[in-house]
């Protein structure tokens, strides 16, 4: 099955020179146009940086087994949504090759790996998981909210087998998830670490599955730190 990447919608940078981008990545069923709307009323339209900017890509239509095999924007396919589920390896490479063509443009246009920031909420966030520690560990940092991996990941497997310089964590999560239960995201964190990613772990009072205003501002904190102006 060929995959298409959807509509990328953008953040550009407000100053005179572009020397880094943020790639933000959307939950299941979601598409880039509203992960940036929501994000921006959640900063009231001030997650703009002048010298990043700020992707926000779609992921493809495909059949998504949660959803009883419908077509959805999901980034990859599952067989539940739970840790306990195998991953879906095939439908993991398939993504593997997209996103790696997104930062490959990003290369193209003179942004170095290392001056690129991914992040994503839910399974966007897992998405950026296995580009942070899979795909491409030259990468500035990842952020991850409301997300988990699956108790055998390849990431896992794939930190095991190759130790080595891993890009800094932001991992947000909120206590009333009720899709994604805080425990599963600790859970996550704690298994990263151990295997010797550096991260923080935050937890979100009163906050369900969603990102929200507070947790937006640590992420932008986060992004201001490890890509500042060259």
């Known amino acids: 099955m ?26 299941s069923g979601d598409v880039g146009e509203n992960m940036k709307e929501w994000v921006n009323i959640m900063l009231k339209n001030k997650f703009s940086f002048p010298h990043l900017k700020v992707l926000f890509p779609t992921a493809p239509l495909q059949p998504y087994t949660p959803a009883g095999g419908q077509m959805s924007n ?5 067989a539940g949504i739970s840790p306990q589920v195998p991953e879906k390896t095939e439908s993991l490479s398939r993504i593997e090759v997209i996103v790696k ?25 897992s998405l950026t ?4 520690y899979r ?10 909210f409301s997300s988990f ?3 055998k990941s390849l990431v896992y497997d794939e930190l095991k087998s190759s130790p080595g310089q891993l890009p800094p964590l932001l991992q947000l999560h909120g206590d009333s998830d009720e ?10 964190h704690d298994r990263l670490k151990e295997l010797g990613v550096q991260g ?20 932008k904190e986060f992004i201001e730190k490890l890509l500042p102006p060259e």
């Not at 999901?74 to 599952?78: A, G, K, Q, S, Y």
């Not at 998981?129 to 942070?132: E, F, G, I, S, V």
């Open 2 to 27: 060929s995959l298409k990447l959807g509509a990328v919608h953008l953040t550009k940078h407000t100053g005179a020179k572009h020397t880094g981008t943020v790639i933000f990545f959307h939950g």
């Open 74 to 78: 999901v980034w990859f396919d599952r």
């Open 101 to 125: 063509d997104l930062l490959q443009k990003e290369n193209d246009a003179g942004i170095p790996s290392n001056r690129i920031i991914v992040g994503g909420f839910s399974m966007g966030g």
């Open 129 to 132: 998981l296995h580009t942070a």
């Open 135 to 144: 795909w491409d560990r030259n990468i500035a940092g990842a952020f991850v």
């Open 149 to 151: 991996l699956n108790e």
């Open 179 to 188: 899709l994604v239960p805080v425990e599963w995201g600790i859970s996550t």
């Open 200 to 219: 923080d772990f935050r937890v979100l009072q009163k906050l369900g599955h969603s990102i929200n205003t507070r947790g937006m501002h640590h992420i």
